[in-house]
């Protein structure tokens, strides 16, 4: 017996099992929903239930011949096989499973499937046809009872965190349907790590340490797949775990309460309208620090510029940019667009609420994330009357491609030792001497 034709009497026999037990029909079907959407209760109970009908099955055939079949090598069992076919995640049940546990992305296109592999979308041997990718679009939406089945986009979340974006006929080509995975892998990283890894240079994790004590203000940028957020879950592990936090977060992406289980960080959702309503509460918070990670409009990034301005420090932050010399004013457009203003005055206050910007990069050519540059940022005050202030930024390191190391220049201005006397002078002259020693030591290699 070929591989569908078991599903098919597998299904069969279930569907017979539930419809036959009318008192418990209720029950079933609630069984039958809470497995489609993933609950593993649910999901081990049917996959025992088809584990015996396929041993009853074996022994019934055992005079007659014996019963064997093939299942599709990306499943793990045959009981998973047929849960999946039938009820489950078909063919991406694979990218759920052990092997691709440090992929981040996947998705389905049309008939394709296609798993986030070593930096690069590799198209895998499952197919997925339309009417089997209807109903997995209907099963995850059941995630969210009140998304409506007949609009074009969707963005729903899985049991165990991962975001998941469909884009449905009218928006996507007729029988190209689109269906996006996305999670965030949860590393234990430290500096150490990611210095083996080759993404940040070994000798500046001192250097690194000492920023984070003494509480500057940082931002993270770059391009999607870049490790800015794993470069700030890395940093904020390293905070003093006896601070309070609040993170404000549009996807439940980073899980501070396993990153750092013992602080009192408050996780916040919301964007728009929501992030515009709390903003006022976030500002009143007696909060050590805020963490806004990925800000993504005005509104947020308005939020984390008026946090500053009341003098909060340790902020962390990622945006998306490519010029981190105009991180200021891209972010001021951002604000302006979304809450009107001067685009040159918001710019100043946005270089005023920040100390120093990371800039991450992907080589795709080789599959590594770099440290591409460290900025210093700021704003020089002119106190002459009707004088004009001005927007600094400093590089203070660069990534050299051709020699696979990074290049120093010891620069400190005067408003960042001024921070690092007033927060942790013992911390601050570590980072002084560390920057100094990292200058020295790239000028003579």
Known sequence: MIF???????????????????EQTGLALDMQKRAIIGYEQEVRHIKERIGELLREKEVAMAAESDFTFEYPSWYESA???????????????EWFGPAYAESSSAKIIGDRIYFLENGAMRLMPQTIDADRREQLIRALLLLSPEERLDREFHEVYMLDGTRVTIFREGLAKKGLDVI??????????????????????????????????????????????SAKTTFLSTWQRREDPRLEGVMVETDPEIPIHRLMPEAPVVQLLADGE??????KNLMRSDADYFILAEARDGVALDTAVRVAGKGTRRMKMTFHTRDPFSFASDAAVEI?????????DTALRVAGSFD??????????????????????????????GGKDRIYVNEICRYNHAKDSWK?????????????????PVAFHAFDTGLKALFNRSTLA
Not at 10 to 20: C, I, N, Q, V, Y
Not at 274 to 279: D, F, G, P, Q, T
């Open 79 to 93: 009981e998973d096989a047929i849960f999946h076919e039938i009820w489950g995640l078909a063919g991406m049940a």
């Open 408 to 424: 120093w220049t010891y620069t400190i201005s005067p408003d960042k030792r001024t921070i690092g006397d007033e927060e942790d």
């Open 356 to 385: 120093y910007i990371f800039h991450f990069i992907n080589l795709r050519r080789n599959n590594t994330k770099k440290l591409k540059g460290i900025y210093e940022i700021g704003v020089v005050r002119d106190g002459k009357s």
């Open 336 to 344: 302006v667009r979304s809450l009107g203003g001067n685009i040159g």
């Open 274 to 279: 929501k992030l515009r309503n709390i903003s």
């Open 4 to 22: 569908k034709d078991v599903c098919r009497e597998m299904e069969r026999a279930l569907t017979a099992e539930w419809d036959g037990e009318s």
């Open 180 to 225: 996006i995975f996305r999670r965030y892998i949860v590393p234990a990283y430290t500096f150490e790590e990611q210095a083996a890894r080759g993404t940040i240079p070994p000798e500046a994790i001192p250097l690194f340490e000492n920023m984070v004590k003494v509480g500057y203000n940082v931002v993270f940028c770059g391009s999607v797949r």
